[in-house]
């Protein structure tokens, strides 16, 4: 024993103070956010994984594209929400309804209330009017109508909590502070509400609120069954819609016996159903998590979605509904009820109360057990003892197997746990460990490592980033210095007046200025994977895709390009505090086949790039200026980073070159894009073709507003300017809308 403990107690030691590290995070007297947000991702990959597996019980009547283009745009009238309850009810015998919609105002829009107006101002004098208006009026309160196909039907109106306003009817609550008998009950709270008019709650008496509560990362996973208002606790729509399936008449909650009388610990739900009762598993905040049974959607294979149009014509076979529950709501996206969601990030709202009725209907739910923390320590514990001996003494490949056979041990355990018992159970800091337990002890082999990167500096450190050489460790076999052709996106960005802030600035002055700009810079380059090819003064090029390849080597310039502007706003913010003139920086992006490897004398080499591409994205960054923007970019850039929005700002041919290239502004992501930029851009696109096609008022006109909302932006003046050139010497019917430039 004395002799392992000289070999490997240095190791164990270590090895010891990681898992009491772990075991402090268990029980949370250290706390780090990092590992939540894994044990957050480990919970959505298990909720990914399970199968779609079709519920035949539940079925959602969609309110889809093919509903809105048959009946008219939503919100309907309630005469056809009525005629779709009554097809529901009386024809197809469903067992509930669920509405995810709330009815905060009457419905005018039958004309009625105008009507009625005028029968006792300017048609008063006209008893036939007033007599033919009473008897219509049964068919024109749509708000009728629609009450009364709700009375003595088991519907349940959704409705949700606000922060600001009171408005409609809360249905009754399903228990009240008074019924806890002095416990005090944790809660999601609410000050207010938008619920349904009072004749539409009154016909059916029961409702349910449709609240979503997002985790911190706007992901939907969890939802509140109770919520609580004033004195009042009030039911979700789909607590109330499982629960009239299920025919039990009331909910209480239930605390874990022996806990504090004042704040005792909350244990479940109960529905009074019969023969028994039906417990549902809460967290302390009355919330149950989400089993997303599907990928959501009509295609998602977790529900059956019939389209409300099809209800409304009979279209459907009476078996198809006949005893379901039935949840009415939307799929289409222009009415926003979708969600992100683990399984999706365009999950209809309505299939989330789908998932959580399917659970209470089977007493199956997914739930964080009371002994989570108990068995979170114990494996942490286990994990830690097995590979501080372990690995110790083995060499490193039973090492590696040793460690990933535990790491698979833990995954599975916890995903068997999931997806046969409906536990959740947490697994990040038991895998952290393990990899601080490997990553220490294989560190005492780290010698062979050191020398396999001291290789790839000698070869390729002078000329990429410590970044990729680590990159390039991992198989070094694959690179080496030999020229190739490959395609790549190049970068050149250069300071505008460079020589009139020379001559504003002292020498010392000068160098800080540079170095702080390069710096910053070279900085945005490396952190995206590009290479630094070399300064030239105050210019810098660089490209990506090589040596390591890049499949988005264009995306990644683009993205780079574009925080290089922003980097610039904020040193410009230095340079401002110092009393420094601005930084001006003009940047060409171009994409294409060039020349990669070690390139120059027998005196000096580099690791470069050569070919007509270079040169071109050299010739992009000198136009910017000609165009006044900061980027431009050519056209096969474009087409290999389609997730930018791009503004097209000529076609030009540069000098060395014949054959004429579209050169292109990147503005932002396509995802990141609002309505007003997306509108300019589509303007712009239409008053550049006017342009080219030589038709110069409308052309004048477009570039006219455009330059009236942007008037700092030197394009549109240069367009100007050249459509009254163009009127005074038309350019000729063979022009070819090309700018040629005859100087770098």
């Given at each position: ?184 009950l944790l809660a999601l709270q609410s000050t ?35 919520i609580q208002y004033e004195n009042g606790f ?227 450190g002078e000329y990429v980033a410590p970044e ?277």
């Amino acid at each position: 024993m004395r002799k392992l403990v000289a070999r490997f107690g240095a190791r164990w030691l270590f090895g010891s103070i990681f898992t009491l590290l772990a075991c402090a995070q268990v029980f949370d007297y250290i706390h780090v956010n990092t590992l939540d947000r894994l044990d957050i991702f480990f919970y959505d990959l298990r909720v990914r994984l399970q199968s779609p597996k079709l519920d035949p019980r539940i079925v959602i009547v969609d309110i889809d594209e093919k509903s809105l283009a048959e009946v008219g745009h939503f919100p309907w009238g309630r005469n056809v929400v009525a005629n779709l309850i009554g097809k529901l009810t009386d024809d197809y015998h469903v067992k509930v309804i669920g509405i995810d919609i709330e009815n905060p105002e009457a419905d005018t829009s039958s004309g009625y209330d105008t009507l009625e107006n005028l029968s006792r101002t300017d048609l008063k004098d006209i008893p036939a009017f007033a007599h033919q208006l009473t008897l219509l009026k049964p068919k024109l309160d749509y708000d009728e109508l629609l009450a009364s196909a709700l009375k003595n039907k088991p519907v349940v109106l959704g409705y949700r909590f606000t922060d600001d306003q009171d408005k409609g009817l809360l249905p009754a609550p399903i228990f009240q502070v008074d019924d806890l008998k002095g416990r005090r009950l944790l809660a999601l709270q609410s000050t207010g509400y938008v619920a349904n008019i009072a004749k539409l709650q009154q016909a059916t008496g029961i409702g349910g609120f449709f609240n979503a509560e997002l985790d911190i990362d706007g992901l939907l996973r969890s939802s509140p069954l109770v919520i609580q208002y004033e004195n009042g606790f009030y039911e979700s729509l789909a607590l109330a819609t499982a629960r009239v399936a299920l025919g039990a008449t009331n909910v209480r909650p239930q605390f874990i016996a022996g806990t504090d009388r004042d704040y005792g610990e909350l244990d479940s739900l109960i529905l009074n159903t019969q023969p028994a009762e039906k417990h549902i598993p809460v967290d302390d905040l009355m919330k149950i998590q989400i089993d997303f049974r599907g990928k959501g959607g009509p295609d998602g294979g977790g529900y059956r979605y019939i389209s409300a149009t099809d209800v409304l014509h009979k279209r459907v076979p009476v078996e198809a509904l006949d005893q379901r529950v039935v949840l009415i709501g939307t799929s289409a996206p222009g009415l926003n009820d979708l969600r992100s969601v683990p399984v999706s990030n365009q999950f209809p709202g309505v299939e989330a109360h789908a998932n959580i009725i399917a659970s209470i209907l089977d007493g199956n739910f997914k739930h964080k057990p009371d002994y989570s923390i108990g068995f979170d320590f114990a494996q942490v514990a286990l994990t830690g003892i097995l590979l501080i001996i372990a690995l110790s003494k083995l060499k490193p490949l039973p090492s590696i197997l040793f460690t990933a056979v535990i790491t698979v041990s833990v995954i599975w355990f916890n995903f068997w746990a999931y997806s046969t018992q409906g536990l959740i159970l947490p697994v990040a800091t038991a895998l952290t460990l393990v990899l601080a337990l490997f990553m220490f002890n294989v560190a005492w082999g780290y010698w062979f490592e050191v020398r396999i990167n001291r290789a790839m500096t000698n070869l390729f450190g002078e000329y990429v980033a410590p970044e990729l050489v680590e990159v390039m460790a991992e198989d070094p076999s694959h690179y080496n210095m030999d020229g190739e052709k490959r395609v790549l996106t190049i970068l050149f960005a250069d300071v505008r007046g460079f020589t009139t802030i020379s001559e504003m600035l002292e020498t010392n002055d000068l160098r800080e200025f540079i170095n702080i700009y390069l710096t910053a810079m070279s900085e945005d380059i490396r952190g995206n994977k590009g290479t630094l090819d070399k300064y030239i003064g105050d210019c810098v090029m660089a490209f990506w895709g090589a040596p390591v390849v890049l499949d988005d080597h264009a995306s990644r310039a683009v993205a780079t390009a574009l925080s290089m502007l922003k980097t610039a706003d904020r040193v410009n913010q230095t340079f401002a505090a110092r009393g420094w003139p601005p930084l001006k920086i003009g940047i060409g992006l171009n994409t294409g086949e060039v020349r990669v490897g070690d390139m120059g004398s027998k005196i000096r080499r580099a690791y470069t790039v050569m070919g007509d591409a270079v040169n071109l994205a050299s010739r992009l960054e000198g136009i910017t200026k000609q165009y006044g923007v900061a980027l431009v970019v050519g056209e096969m850039t474009r087409l290999a980073a389609p997730e930018f929005a791009y503004r097209e700002l000529d076609r030009v041919r540069v000098k060395g070159k014949n054959e004429p290239v579209a050169i292109f502004q990147p503005v932002a992501l396509v995802t990141e894009l609002d309505d007003v930029t997306r509108n300019a851009l589509a303007e712009w696109d239409r008053a550049l073709s006017l342009f080219r096609s030589q038709q110069w008022d409308q052309a004048e006109q477009l570039v006219k507003t455009l330059h009236a909302q942007y008037p700092d932006q030197l394009l549109y003046e240069l367009y100007l300017d050249q459509i009254e050139h163009f009127r005074l010497a038309p350019p000729g019917p063979d022009w070819d809308g090309v700018t040629t430039y005859t100087t770098k």
